[in-house]
C-alpha cells in the first residue's frame, strides 16, 4: 500500500537554496530534491550547482521544463523542440543529468484548446520527454500538474505513460481536484504519484482551526498538527513521496519525524466520503476547517 513507505522529497520552490537546508536534509536522511528551471527567478539550477556542486550526487534530483523565461516573466510552451532543448539545458546548469524530469503543469498550454488539439499537444510533449529519457538525459520523466482537471479531460490512455505524476496534495485541495486526479491516473497508469504542497505554501492559520490529528493512529498523538496534516496528505491522494518547502531545519525535523507515524486510512475515507456530500464544497480549505475526523 502506498505510504507504507513514505518519502519527503525537498521542494525547492520558495527555497532560498542555501546550502544549510541541504545539508541538514542529508542529516536528516532526505535525499530527494525537487526543483524547477523557473525556480528562484530562472537560476534554481546554476545556483544549486554554484553553491552545492559536492552535494548534488547525494540527492536524487526532479526537475521541470515548460516554462520559458521572457522579457517580464515567464511563458508556457508544449513545443517539442523547447522541452528538448530545456532537459539539455537542465543538465548542463546542475552539472549532471537530473534523475527526473517533469512536464511542468502542461494545463496552462492546453485551457482552451479542444480536447483533439489538446491530446495531440500533450502527446507530443510527452514524447519529447519520453525520448530524453530514452536518449540518457534523464533516468524518468513525468508529468506535474497544479490544476489536474484540464489534464483529466484530455484522452491520455494511448499516450505515453508517465513514470511519475506529481499533482497536489493534503486537506488543502478540494474534492473536485481529487476526482479529477483519480480520473487521470486511472487512466494514465503512472508508475509513481507524488504529492506536492501539502501546506499550499504556507497558510499556517488553517491549522489553528483544524486538528488533522484524529486521521493518525492514536499512539502518535504527541505529533502537532502540521506533522499530522502532512502525513496524512500520503493520502489525499495516495502518493508515495511528497514534495514539501522548507528553509528551517527544524521544520523539515518534524517533518521527517512524522513518516513514522501511521495514517488512519478508514477516518481518510470518511472524510472523502463527507466531502463527496456536500455538493459544491471545496475541501477543508473552504469548508472552514468543520470536519473533526472520525
Ligand atoms: N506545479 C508544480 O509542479 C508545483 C507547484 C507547487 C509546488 N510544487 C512542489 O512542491 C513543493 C512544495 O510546495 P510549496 O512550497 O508551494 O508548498 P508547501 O510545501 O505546502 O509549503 C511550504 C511552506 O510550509 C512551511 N512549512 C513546512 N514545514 C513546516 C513545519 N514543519 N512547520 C511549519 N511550517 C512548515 C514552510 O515554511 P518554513 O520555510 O518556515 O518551514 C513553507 O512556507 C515545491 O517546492 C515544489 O517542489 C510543484
Redo the contacts with the bound molecule.
Sequence with gaps: MHGADPRL?L?????RHHRDILTAALDLGVTAL???APYLGFRSHTVLSETAADLLPKFTLST?VGFFPRAGGAEHSLDPVRLRLAVERAARELGREPDTV?L??PERSLAGLSTADGHTLLGNACTALADAARDGLCRAWGV???DTRTLSMVQVDDLPSPDVL?VRAGFLVGIDLLDATTVLSTAWQPDETWG???????H?KVWEEFDPRPFLRPHHGDLSR??AA?RTAFHLPSTSAM??????PG??A??VQALGAEVDTAAVSQYLRALHSEPGDQGLWCSGGSFRGS
Excluded: Y
Design positions: 522529497v521542494g525547492l520552490h520558495r527555497s525537487d526543483t524547477a521541470k517533469l511542468h503543469n506535474t500538474s497544479w506529481m506536492m504542497s501539502p501546506f499550499r505554501g504556507g499556517r502540521i506533522q502532512f514534495a514539501v518547502g522548507t528553509n528551517d521544520h523539515l518534524q517533518l
